[in-house]
């Protein structure tokens, strides 16, 4: 199977620990995204690249999150000095760039993230 | 102002009956793509069905279709002979102003079908 791929599934972890999550996407795949999402809500956009470039951010993402996609393949999501409002599941989707916007994300499983 | 609306927390329906699960939209852009996902309990996101907001006939995918009625910003998504695997929640997407290259969906806040056996 050669979906997106997040490691780890799941991730627990004392209040003001760092951690880090990876995606790799489908290979073709130019563009890769990041959602976080709580319990009861549809996933909430945090940012995107495009091959390496990060090229857009959301509001939501502090400043102790960042996010990199060094060769444009994989990405990773790292958290620092996380806080209790962090834990949700984190969801990595990546798609084609194609004519007008009619692309599909093709989303992992997810990495669940929960502070003790 | 929510993008997307689903006004249904949770919808119920017999096996091999169809079922319509609503979506609302705003958007003032005229070039904007309308999505629906599938999230089973295991967690990932499942593309269903996409529609343009310049197509001229509803999407269908299998059992899967889409209600676009554009004057009304709606976009209901229709399944036609209920299984029981397909409990699960649904989301709606909208992609606006792709046209001026921005690529970010917006999801409702879902609808959580259980089919019944």
């Known amino acids: 199977d050669t979906g997106v791929s997040q490691n780890p599934r799941h991730k627990i972890t004392k209040r003001g620990q760092n951690v880090t999550f990876r995606c790799d996407p489908i290979s073709e795949h130019n563009r890769l995204y990041w959602y976080r999402q709580t319990l009861g809500q549809g996933p909430e956009f945090l940012t995107y690249f495009q091959n390496e470039a990060q090229l857009e951010k959301s509001r939501l993402l502090s400043d102790r999150f960042s996010a990199e996609r060094p060769k444009g393949s994989f990405s990773t999501l790292e958290i620092q000095r996380t806080e209790q409002g962090d834990s949700a599941m984190y969801l990595c989707a990546s798609s084609l760039v194609g004519q007008g916007g009619n692309q599909p994300q093709h989303f992992g499983d997810g990495t669940r993230l929960s502070i003790l | 102002a929510q993008k997307i609306t689903q006004t249904q927390p949770g919808m119920f329906v017999q096996e091999k009956e169809a079922v319509t699960l609503d979506c609302t939209y705003d958007t003032s852009d005229p070039s904007y793509g309308l999505f629906w996902y599938k999230q089973p309990s295991s967690g990932e996101m499942i593309f269903l069905i996409y529609q343009g907001s310049y197509d001229q006939q509803n999407a269908t995918e299998g059992r899967y279709s889409l209600n676009f009625q554009k004057a009304r910003k709606s976009a209901n998504l229709v399944i036609s002979a209920s299984q029981l695997g397909d409990s699960a929640m649904y989301f709606c997407?909208?992609?606006?102003?792709?046209?001026?290259?921005?690529?970010?969906?917006?999801f409702g806040r879902g609808t959580s079908l259980i089919v019944h056996p």
């Open positions: 997407a909208m992609r606006e102003g792709w046209a001026g290259g921005s690529y970010i969906p917006t």
